[in-house]
């Protein structure tokens, strides 16, 4: 395991999940010294492959994980970049499914942001059919490119990704709101700038009443409550917050074990 960023969902999921499953892990701490800073990408990869059998890698800059899957044979997991979360959006897929079941139709809000999980969550919503409608502030859409690829696959699924600016519009009628926080790491440097731009979009109840009957309330934590979301919302009795967390773990033993078996 390769953190630049603090954690505690993705950590412990990740440790909890391999060693349950009979594996051993090593935690690498880049918190205070970013990969490549030291030795080359490509270097540290390569030798981490005379050692180890997997990489889970928690980086600032998605370059960071291509550069080191160019350069090895086992397997690199992206367990957070500045473009994706991955691992995240499967956990939050699995968790509609259980409340759900089939997911084609399905009509998902996000509201903040166009962030690595947004990316992410555009990805899957177009390749398991889901109607996603997406808020942000003009200028915070989610990746041009993200887009494009996903409208492409959802052609063949029938999905629907659709852009807002207005929150109560994109929530309307939706069965479940889904926000992360206003400022990730690594933009700490805008968050009063953020805080401003962001206030409209917060998930409050007057928000939660917009979307259909009973719609669900999530977000990937950690949450800072007052701001992106109200304790009423991130509290309340629709709120499935705590079941996406532990269904991190679940989804991360499959990726391993689809890997590795």
């Not at 030798?47 to 928690?58: D, E, F, H, K, T």
């Not at 409608?133 to 993200?146: E, G, W």
Request: glycine share 6%; proline share 4%; charged share 20%.
């Amino acid at each position: 395991l390769i953190f630049e960023k603090p954690s505690l969902r993705t950590r412990v999921t990740f440790e909890v999940g391999i060693q349950s499953m009979g594996g051993f892990v090593v935690f690498l701490d880049h918190t205070q010294a970013r990969l490549g800073e030291r030795e080359s990408i490509p270097d540290v990869a390569r030798n981490l492959q005379c050692w180890v059998q997997g990489i889970v890698a928690r980086v600032y800059e998605q370059r960071v994980l291509e550069e080191m899957a160019q350069n090895i044979t086992i397997p690199v997991i992206n367990a957070l970049s500045d473009k994706f979360h991955p691992c995240q959006a499967l956990a939050d897929f699995f968790t509609l499914e259980e409340k759900f079941g089939a997911l084609k139709g399905l009509k998902l809000a996000y509201v903040g942001d166009g962030n690595n999980v947004c990316n992410s969550l555009i990805f899957l919503a177009a390749r398991l059919g889901v109607n996603l409608r997406i808020a942000t502030p003009a200028s915070y859409a989610p990746a041009q490119d993200v887009l494009a690829d996903a409208k492409r696959v959802a052609k063949e699924t029938r999905a629907k990704i659709e852009l807002f600016t207005n929150p109560a519009e994109a929530v309307e009628g939706t069965q479940a709101v889904y926000t992360d926080s206003w400022t990730s790491m690594g933009f700490e440097a805008e968050e009063k700038m953020r805080r401003q731009v962001f206030k409209p979009y917060q998930v409050n109840r007057k928000l939660m009443d917009q979307a259909g009957p009973g719609a669900l309330f999530m977000h990937c934590l950690p949450a800072h409550r007052g701001q992106e979301v109200t304790d009423e919302v991130l509290d309340g009795p629709t709120s499935v917050v705590l079941q996406q967390s532990e269904n991190r773990m679940y989804v991360q033993k499959a990726i391993l074990h689809a890997l590795y078996t």
